[in-house]
C-alpha cells in the first residue's frame, strides 16, 4: 500500500516550484519511510530548480530534514518505527574502496532508496540529494537516517542535515582546527557561519569572518566570530594579516566557491596552514595561481565534501552538544514557513535576507 502526500516539485528548469500529490510507496528492505517534521531551504534545492545539478526533472526539493521513522523495510536494523532521526545524503556502502580503506566519512558509493517516489500519473520523481523532504512524509534508505536526541527542535536538527554540518565539518573534519588556532572564514552564510560555530567548538583563539555585508558580518559576531572585515571596504588579506602578527591564520575556509575569494584564502594562510574549500564553485570556473606559492607555502589545501561528515558519528554528537547549550543551532533559523512557502523562501535567500527558512509539516 502507497500512500500519497503533499510534496513540493521543480517540474521545469527556472519555473516557480509546485504544491502537488506524491505518491510514496511502502519501505521495501533496506528503506524507511519518514514522516517530516521539519526542513531548511538549502541554495542547492534553489540549484536543482535552476537545473544547475542535473537535468532530471521532475525534481522533489527539500533536504535537510528531520522526522519521525514512520515504517520499514525487511531486514532494516539501523532504525526503528518512532526513532526521532536527521535525514543525511551519505548513507555508508562499506563495501567501495574508501569504505574498505577506513574512511566511511568519504564513501564512493552512498545508497539512496531503490524505490522510486512518483507523482499521481505515475511519473518518476528525483528527490533531491536522494531525500526529498519538502513533504509530509518521504522514502529513504534506512541508512539515511540517523538517530538523535528526540527532545531536539526539529526545525534546528534537521539543518544538521546539509548546510551547517558542511559548515561544522569543513572547520572541525576537513581543516582540522584545534585549541589555539587562528581561523579565517570567507562568506558568512549559512554554511560559513556553521564554519565559524564550527572553529568556536574546536577551540580556535582567533576567528576572523569575511563578508561584503555587514549585516552577515554581525550574525557571524554570533556564531563566534571575533573580528570582522568587510571586504568590500577593506583588502581582506591585508587586513588577516595585521591581525595575525603579519603571519597570516592557521585554517582559511573558503564557503563562497568563487575564484578570486579562494585566492585571498590561499594567500590570507599562514605558512604550512590549510586552506578548505566548502564553498560550491560553478562549473565553468577555473583558477590560476602563482605556482611557486603554491609550493613555498607548503601546508594542504582541501576541499571538504559535505564537512568530510560521517553522520553516525557527528550528527548524535553535535546533537548532544547543542542540548547542552555550546552549540546554538537555533540561531540558524531565521523563519519558520508553511510548505507553500518555499518560492518566497528562495527569493529571501536570494536576496540574502536570511541564513535558513525551515519549513514546519
Ligand atoms: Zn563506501
Ligand atoms: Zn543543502
Redesign the pocket.
Known sequence: MSQIVKGIIARAQGEPVEMVDIVVPDPIAGEAVVAIQAC?V????LHYREGGINDEFPFLLG??AAGIVEAIGAGVTEVAVGDFVILNWRAVCGECRSCLRGNPHICFNTHNATQKMTLTDGTELSPA?GIGAFADKTLVAAGQCTKVDATADPAAAGLL???VM?GIGAAMNTGNVGRGDSVAVFGCGGVGDAAIAGAHLAGASKIIAVDIDDTKLEWAKGFGATHAINSANEDPVAGIQALTDGNGVDVAIEAIGLPHVYKQAFEARDLAGTVVLVGVPHPDMTIELPFIEVFGRGGSLKSSWYGDCLPSRDFPMLIDLYQQGRLDLDAFVSEKIGLGDVEAAFHKMEAGEVLRSVVIL
Open positions: 531548511g538549502c541554495h542547492t534545492d533536504h535537510e540529494l542535515g546539509c548546510g558542511a
